[in-house]
């Protein structure tokens, strides 16, 4: 009888310009393009560009004349700059009008459970507790629950801490105001100064870690998803029991965790942040 713990992209290359066998050359050059020129918030020259994009200037040209009709960039003749065309964003707003991340994450959970071998989880932050959206059961005939709807204190789940630890200070400060530490069980973290040691430790790794802060018998590892703005939109999480989660396997789950997070992060078009937060 199964035994339940209840707890409360094929993308192209971006340093090639050539084409797989089944990709179009100009094509994948002028993807090429256009995401250099995304990266370059105040345009850049063509000679620039050509050079990023390791394309001849005279080839570089032609493609973004291309690109230029179908209003994907745009040129600045005075400043002889390229820029992000309005088609552009015309079509990533669809696709974030259309965003829907336990879809796009659910085959990357699965992925995440099988290497795993525990529960995966996907959760997002609300009023300072997590709710889960998502959650994929390992086959063990004992594992730890979290089903859709759940809710869980942020400040001593894996996915919480791990969402707290990409906010910057106001947004950190406003959970912090909003919320209570109560202790849920002996190795619950109680005070803010605690909480804030272990926020800096959660930047450094890039993956946070529920030593049975909520549930006793209940570890968990979680990092963080970020939105196209490098801001966190989600988090994934590992939970399993802690007899079969020692120390040493904890830092393999968290690389693996860690690695997941950013595949999904780049599947809904997310960036990750450039400098950790504190």
Request: hydrophobic residues 45%.
């Amino acid at each position: 009888m199964t035994e339940v713990i209840e707890i409360k992209r094929s993308a192209v290359n971006a340093n090639s310009t050539e084409a797989g066998p089944n990709q179009v050359q100009s094509v994948v050059r002028a993807m090429k393009i256009m995401n250099c020129i995304a990266e370059v918030e105040d345009g850049i020259h063509l000679m620039e560009l050509a050079l990023r994009v390791g394309l001849a200037a005279s080839t570089t040209h032609r493609l973004l004349t291309s690109l230029q009709q179908g209003r994907y960039v745009r040129f600045d003749a005075e400043r002889r700059l390229w820029y992000m065309g309005v088609q552009a964003f015309i079509n990533g707003t669809a696709f974030a009008n259309t965003r829907d991340i336990a879809t796009l994450a659910r085959p990357h959970l699965r992925e995440l459970m099988k290497q795993s071998d525990e529960t995966v989880n996907l959760a997002v932050e609300d009023r300072g507790e997590m709710i889960f959206l998502l959650q994929v059961e390992c086959r063990h005939l004992v594992r730890a629950l979290a089903g859709p709807g759940a809710r869980t204190p942020i400040y001593c789940s894996a996915s919480g801490k791990a969402i707290l630890a990409a906010m910057n200070d106001g947004q950190l400060n406003k959970i912090l105001q909003r919320i209570r530490l109560h202790r849920l069980t002996p190795r619950t973290i109680t005070t803010p100064a605690a909480l804030h040691r272990e926020l800096r430790e959660v930047r450094q790794l890039g993956y946070a870690i529920d030593n049975e802060e909520h549930s006793m018998g209940v570890r968990c590892v979680g990092a963080a998803i970020y939105n196209e703005h490098r801001e966190v939109f989600a988090a994934v999480s590992i939970s399993g029991l802690a007899s079969r989660i020692p120390d040493e396997k904890l830092v393999e789950l968290g690389a693996l965790v860690k690695a997941r997070a950013q595949l999904i992060t780049a599947e809904i078009g997310g960036r990750q942040p450039e400098i950790a937060t504190g």
